[in-house]
């Protein structure tokens, strides 16, 4: 017969092994999802890539649920984006739409794939001009990493550098302090994360447009770059793309139009630089386009 402590440590010693069995079953954790994310090619509006404190949207979804509804990731100093909580589900890929800048009303209701973009009518200020350029990634059927996953944004929306060049009877002084103004465009339309495809919003007023860095001042012997964030559209031509006003009646000519002479299409995700030379004789200006991908 066992004694009363005999029985109290075999007691005892069951209880432990318990414990220590139990601590060996492997325990399933759920694992969260990080990302990361970079701009392809050239750059966003004002910076070579994000910036610390940028605010991306986000939309994940697995084969069965919404994980993610339009949850903003923040750009650390680290280079990573601070999200909410958001874990990989236990079996199945997933889909990541990501745009920018990151809007409270986020994509449409009905189509999760689909942001309504609304770029700013004067660009004069560097953050409505940035704010302009939506930007968009997606990385579709990603299965359980422990990497972060890397999203690359492309840029929806189409950049027009604009060059002043001075034309005979003018000088490079003349033009100093010029508004130009890109009159009657579309400022609304709807992007496709996972296409790319850009379709305008066709019950929107157009409105002109002025561009960042207008009124420019002689640096180095040279007016800098006017730029403006526009809707990705075909031009036809004989129409007025660009209103010039120098402010001054040296010539006794201040005002400029520029008319196109043939049709221009504005691509998705393009940059175009327009030199245009005023003519004071005619009252009119001439151009040189040269595009490339951004």
Known sequence: MKTYTQICLFITVIALTAVS????????????????????????????????????????????????ENIIGTK???GSFDTQRVYWPETGSIDIMAYYPWYSWGTEYD????????IQTDQSDALDFTYSDLMTACAMSVTDTD?????????????????????????????????????????QCYANIVTGE?????????????????????????????????VPQTIPAGTELLKISTGNMITGVDNFSYITTEDITFESGFRYQLAITLIPATVSATAQLSASPR
């Open 76 to 78: 650390q100093s680290d």
């Open 111 to 118: 189509n999760p794939q689909v942001i309504f973009h609304t």
């Open 198 to 230: 850009i379709s305008e919003y066709l019950y929107g007023q157009p409105s002109d447009i002025t561009p960042y860095g207008n009124s420019p001042v002689i640096v180095n012997g040279e007016l800098p770059l006017m730029s403006a964030i526009i």
């Open 147 to 187: 990497e972060p996953v890397h999203l690359v944004f492309k840029h929806a929306m189409s950049l027009v550098n604009i060059k002043l060049i001075p034309g005979e009877g003018l000088t490079l002084e003349d033009l100093e302090y010029a508004k130009v103004t890109i009159p009657s465009m579309p400022t």
């Open 21 to 68: 069995c139990s601590k060996e079953i492997p325990q399933d954790t759920p694992r969260l999802i990080n990302v990361t994310a970079s701009i392809a090619s050239y750059a966003k509006a004002s910076a070579v890539d994000f910036e610390e404190g940028d605010n991306i949207g986000l939309y994940i979804f697995s084969q069965d649920e919404t994980l993610a």
